[in-house]
């Protein structure tokens, strides 16, 4: 289990705005090992949404480099990192970010269709994955007729649905109940266990921090530190 | 998948569409209009009266003359028809008529009574009374402005003194027939007519005419192709289009079409704005969309063909819209026509008729350049937002709101 996931090195970001500079991230160097359960954390502000978008490809560093299962994302273009995001990770944005046209199902089987999943391996997917997340009987609904938090676990649900290599979760329990948030986080390491699914957590929430099995602390974009909590 | 998001968002949808089609229907009918128009425009200079060509002996047209006359008229009808044209000889004079206390000088026409329909529609520009009749040789159709100078109606008796070919004087009894329509400015003034035979027998002129006047009977020839053709036939003749015939008429003709056309390119650059910023408007409004799409791992070509195809959809619907509703309008006024008697009196233009009704026409043009147009901005007002939003950064686009 010591093969690099993630890898960083020397990683900075600084976001321009105008003629102002905010600088996001300052010299990030780290390692994540395959079927890593760990968790980012750190105040408001203090880079982790940056550092899970950089690592997700969302977006690329100003300094550093960033690999991927062994691969420098710098050195790929923008058909390849598609996807890279497409294949090998999931993403649960802070801000859901599900598609407001489409149905809470055709959020979650989204990513499968453009995998070109059959449709009817899709469906099943999709129907089981909704049901353990608990939206089982709102899978039709558009997420303007959802709550925060089952926008939420649609969220996660579609970032989980595809058996990715990684999945980046940028505050994923921030609008969930607490009995939710367990039922997720078992989900999640369930996953984490049986199928060696690697797992990035940005969050602040106790209830995440607590099983987590490693904590980065980020203060004012610097690492500040870099504990194992717990050993498998 | 695009057919998808366009039905998921029927109001966005519904608003490009709308305004694509709108603008489509809009030009269908404008370009209908403006085709209808110069064809009328066409019809009335050179179909009631004029002809598409007229052929002279030579000199007559610089220096009209009794004598000047093409020999064998019915031959060069034979042969034009041979050629393509239908074709009427005429023969011209000048007199003077006199009714009651008033006179007036006229010209004279003598009209071949069976091949002038085929060439005119002066035989069916009769206002009052009715047509010329070889039974009636006495009976003649005078221009509308002669009626009104002399003060006739049809039944008059009216008295006709000329100049015969032979020198001798020539004068003759005759009752007004018909009084004709406005046919132009000539006729109108001074035209008197009778059959050719009565012409001949009047003024002495046992063979030949002073002018052959011809139409093509297939209108897809080309004018000028036409005018050669026409002088290859008959090399003894001048012959002459009507454009040669009327420059001034025909000059205004073509600067009228480059007004048109400019009017065109303003009204269709309006209509592009509208299309585009609807475009603009669709791709812009939907960046955060696209962007979740990018970050799920969508390619950037995939992005750009799922937002042309939408586009390309929705013009596609915008131009069945467009069309389904522009060509059946444009047909009916076609038809019918869109009088506008109500709000002027008779137009006249370089001496040539106008009715005040506007006649559409749905040409090829008229129906295919709006919705080729449609296309061709879609395609340009999609290209550069679909390129945009295929090659932004996933955050970039999510950060847009
Ligand atoms: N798109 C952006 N443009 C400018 N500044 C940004 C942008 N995103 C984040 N920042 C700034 O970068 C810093 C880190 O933000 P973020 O990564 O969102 O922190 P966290 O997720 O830990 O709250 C903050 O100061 C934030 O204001
Ligand atoms: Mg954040």
Redesign the pocket.
């Known amino acids: 289990m010591d093969e690099d996931m993630i890898r960083l090195e020397s990683v900075s970001k600084v976001?321009r705005?105008g003629r102002i500079e905010?600088p996001?991230l300052s010299d990030v160097s780290l390692k994540i090992n395959k079927g890593e359960f760990a968790a980012v954390s750190?105040p408001?502000?203090?880079?982790?949404?940056?550092?899970l978008n950089l690592i997700g490809a969302l977006d690329v560093p100003t300094g550093g480099k960033i690999w991927l299962e062994g691969k420098d994302l710098s050195a790929l273009d923008r058909t390849a990192l598609s996807q890279i995001r497409r294949d090998r990770i999931g993403f649960v944005f802070?801000a859901y970010n599900l598609i407001a046209v489409l149905t809470a199902f055709e959020n979650a089987e989204f990513v499968m269709a453009i995998q070109g999943v059959p449709a009817a391996e899709r469906r099943d997917r999709t129907t089981a994955i909704l049901r353990d997340v608990g939206l089982g009987g709102l899978e039709g609904r558009r997420p303007d007729e959802l709550s925060g938090g089952q926008q939420q676990r649609v969220a996660i649900a579609r970032a989980m649905v595809t058996g990715p290599a990684v999945v980046l979760a940028?505050e994923p329990t921030a609008n969930l109940d607490s009995h939710t948030a367990d039922s997720l986080l078992d989900m999640m390491e369930e996953l984490n266990r049986k199928r060696g699914v690697t797992f990035l957590f940005?969050t602040h929430d106790p209830r995440v921090m607590e099983r987590a099995r490693r904590i980065i602390r980020?203060r004012d974009?610097r690492l500040d530190s870099d504990e194992i909590t717990k050993q498998d | 998948m695009a057919l998808r998001n366009l039905g998921r968002n029927k109001t966005r949808t519904g608003i490009t569409v709308f305004s694509m089609a709108f603008a489509g229907f809009t030009m269908i009918l404008y370009m209908s209009l403006v085709a209808g128009f110069f064809q009328t425009l066409e019809d009335n200079t050179i179909g009631l009266d004029l002809g598409e060509f007229q052929m002279h002996a030579k000199g007559y047209r610089s220096d009209p003359d009794l004598y000047k006359r093409i020999e064998d008229p019915a031959s060069v009808i034979r042969t034009a028809s041979e050629r393509g044209f239908n074709a009427s000889a005429r023969l011209y004079g000048y007199g003077l008529a006199a009714f009651g206390n008033s006179s007036a000088g006229v010209m004279l026409r003598g009209v071949d009574l069976e091949n002038e329909p085929k060439v005119t529609r002066i035989s069916g520009s009769v206002m009052e009374g009715s047509w010329l009749d070889r039974a009636d040789p006495k009976g003649v159709v005078v221009g509308k402005k002669l009626a009104r100078t002399l003060g006739l109606k049809p039944g008059d008796e009216l008295v006709l003194v000329s100049q015969a070919s032979d020198g001798s004087m020539a004068n003759d009894l005759y009752k007004v027939r018909g009084v004709l329509k406005t046919v132009g400015e000539v006729v109108d003034q001074a035209g008197f007519l009778m059959s050719d035979d009565e012409f001949r027998r009047l003024l002495v002129v046992p063979t030949g005419a002073h002018e052959v006047a011809m139409t093509r009977r297939n209108k897809d020839v080309p004018l000028d192709a036409a005018t050669a053709e026409a002088s290859k036939a008959f090399p003894g003749l001048e012959v002459r289009n009507w454009k040669q015939l009327q420059p001034i008429l025909a000059r205004m003709m073509d600067m009228m079409g480059t007004s048109v056309k400019m009017v065109i390119m303003i009204a269709y650059s309006a209509v592009g704005m509208i299309i585009l910023n609807a475009m603009l408007m669709n791709v812009f409004e939907r960046i955060r969309e696209f962007g979740v799409m990018k970050a799920l791992g969508v390619s950037p070509a995939r992005i750009f063909l799922l937002i042309t195809a939408e586009a390309l959809l929705s013009a596609f619907f915008a131009s069945v819209a467009a069309a389904g509703l522009g060509a059946p309008a444009a047909l009916h006024y076609q038809r019918h026509g869109l009088d506008l008697e109500m709000l002027t009196t008779s137009m006249n233009v370089s001496g040539m008729a106008l009715d005040p009704t506007l006649h559409f026409r749905l040409t090829p043009a008229a129906l295919g350049m709006p919705i080729f147009f449609m296309f061709a901005l879609v395609v340009v007002a999609t290209l550069y937002p679909a390129m945009k939003a295929a090659v932004i950064r996933p955050?970039e686009a999510l950060?847009h709101q």
Do not use: I, P, R, W
């Open positions: 976001y705005e905010v996001a750190g408001s502000g203090s880079g982790k949404t940056t550092l802070q940028d940005s980020l974009g | 955050v950060h």
